[in-house]
């Protein structure tokens, strides 16, 4: 008997732009498969997504929904063939309810098309996916509440409640730490017993190993090798998609403590407080912990960017950080957001240019960027269009952490450095982050990576509710430590 496919694409080929072609894509998807694309950054992964999601058209070859030719030519011809794309940073609407959210553009609604949104039957069926997904988020939540797992499984959620069968994940645990990572795989191993088809994008090869059915490695646009996941280990994936032997990942020189770079006593701003911690010239500490653990706002609020109370010494001298452009001629670097970074140059231009940098000048900031996430909420809805100036998504990531490390400072604090990048990749950002370590610098380096966290750094500190948790040397704590104390953050 025929194998029935959910999705199968035979020899499909499409030329990209001058320099990138996608070459004769054979992949078959059978229902309650999980596929995962793996690949070093611009390998094409991204674009053989876009073009199964008709956003390219196949220049020659075939693609078959349940056996069948079809026709995709644009995103609602995909949505009709129940092929469904939940993008990486999955853009939603901040106040609006979850239920809201997950029917925005899709309302249920009374009668015709034209009929009253029916809100009893959106919270309903809400409820009802959630169930099925074995997940407890509250559907009348507003979605800013949400952590970042939370906001990965409604993005899922979303993609059931439009009758998405075949389900195509890009990079859907970046930012997760481990217990949010093993909620979204428990999620994903029940809709595969429901018969639904997943395609993943990871260059999280554990995960890749955790979840696969069948792996696929592309390379320059092709997938050079196609396998059942049984057949490969860590070890062997890391050598088939990146040439590279595992073992030297986090190679680094270990020369001894420096002096004391940047110390923080009873350090507290926005969701947390009582911080204190100390960090040494030439040593890096993973700075960890779950979602609204207080990480990333204690990283912000030490570049300036919101306001803090306790004290802060750089090399021996006290510090008040009122504003970003304190921080920046302080020393301090932070690499987190492209919206943090506009925020930081702009406080640069603004005392630049001779004016204060006042709170006044900060809230038309704030407002900017409300303005850029409330656009870029909307151009979600409508996403899926080839850019003009086309960056991977793991490039953009990494051209951020390099911008910092190329500024000279005393104390670079790096947010998810290596998320969403290729090992390659990791490994010169590795490298160069080992520069500034010779140079002196301390490195806070935010990470929900614990292999990255044991590996690389000298140090750990893990932020739970708001409070340093744990902390202290790498060589002294153990996983299972980290782990709890990062998963009590996550309940
Ligand atoms: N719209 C476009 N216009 C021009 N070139 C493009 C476009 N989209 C993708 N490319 C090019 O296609 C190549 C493959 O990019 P793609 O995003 O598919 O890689 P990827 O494997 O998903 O990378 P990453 O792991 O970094 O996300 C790159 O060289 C990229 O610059």
Not at 248 to 273: C, H, Q
Request: hydrophobic share 40%; proline share 3%; net charge neutral.
């Amino acid at each position: 008997m025929e194998e029935r496919y959910l999705l199968e694409l035979r020899g499909v080929s499409r030329r990209i732009s001058s320099e990138f072609y996608l070459r004769g894509i054979n992949l078959a998807l059978r229902p309650g498969e999980v596929h995962a694309l793996v690949g070093r950054n611009a390998s094409g992964k991204s674009t053989l997504f876009s073009t199964i999601m008709g956003v390219f058209t196949p220049d020659s070859g075939q693609v078959l929904i349940d056996g069948q030719p079809a026709e995709i030519r644009n995103t609602s011809d995909a949505v009709k063939n129940g092929l469904i794309l939940v993008a990486q940073h999955q853009q939603m609407f901040a106040n609006l309810p979850v239920y809201e959210n997950l029917f925005f553009g899709n309302e249920l609604r009374m009668g015709g098309k034209l009929g009253l949104v029916d809100n009893r039957r959106m919270l309903h069926r809400c409820e009802e996916v959630f169930r099925q997904m074995n997940v407890q988020i509250d559907p009348r939540a507003p979605m800013g509440n949400l952590t970042d797992a939370e906001r990965q499984l409604t993005a899922i959620a979303r993609a059931i409640v439009t009758d998405g069968r075949i389900i195509l994940l890009d990079e859907p645990s970046t930012h997760l730490n481990e217990s949010e990572k093993q909620r979204l795989y428990d999620a994903i191993a029940g809709l595969k017993q429901e018969g639904r088809a997943f395609l993943i994008i990871s260059h999280d090869l554990n995960e890749v190993l955790a979840v696969a059915d069948t792996i696929s490695v592309m390379e320059d646009g092709e997938i050079v090798r196609s396998a059942p996941a049984g057949e490969f280990d860590e070890k062997a994936l890391i050598e088939a998609v990146y040439g590279i032997k595992s073992e030297n990942i986090y190679y680094r020189e270990r020369p001894e403590a420096g002096k004391e770079v940047l110390r923080l006593e009873d350090f507290s701003g926005p969701n947390f407080s009582g911080v204190s911690l100390s960090l040494r010239a030439g040593q890096v500490t993973a700075f960890m912990g779950g979602a609204q653990s207080g990480k990333l706002s204690v990283a912000r609020s030490l570049a300036g960017l919101c306001k803090t109370g306790g004290r802060v010494y750089l090399n021996g001298g006290l510090l008040e950080i009122p504003s970003p452009i304190t921080a920046v001629r302080a020393g301090i670097v932070l690499a987190s957001s492209q919206a943090d970074e506009e925020e930081i140059r702009e406080s640069e231009i603004a005392v630049n240019a001779g004016k204060r940098d006042t709170s006044a000048s900060r809230m038309a900031i704030s407002a900017k960027r409300l303005m850029a996430s409330v656009g870029k909420a909307l151009g979600n809805y409508v996403m899926l269009r080839p850019q003009q100036e086309y960056i991977t998504g793991g490039n953009r990531q990494r051209e951020l952490v390099e911008r910092a490390m190329r500024k000279q400072a005393f104390v670079y604090l790096l947010c998810e450095p290596t998320a969403g990048v290729d090992i390659p990749a990791k490994m010169r950002l590795y490298f160069e982050m080992n520069k500034l370590l010779q140079k002196g610098a301390a490195v806070l380096w935010l990470t929900a990576d614990i292999d990255e966290a044991f590996g690389l750094c000298d140090n750990i500190a893990v932020m739970r509710d708001g409070r340093l948790a744990l902390s202290g040397s790498a060589a002294g704590l153990s996983r299972e430590a980290v782990q709890e104390a990062i998963g009590a953050a996550a309940q």
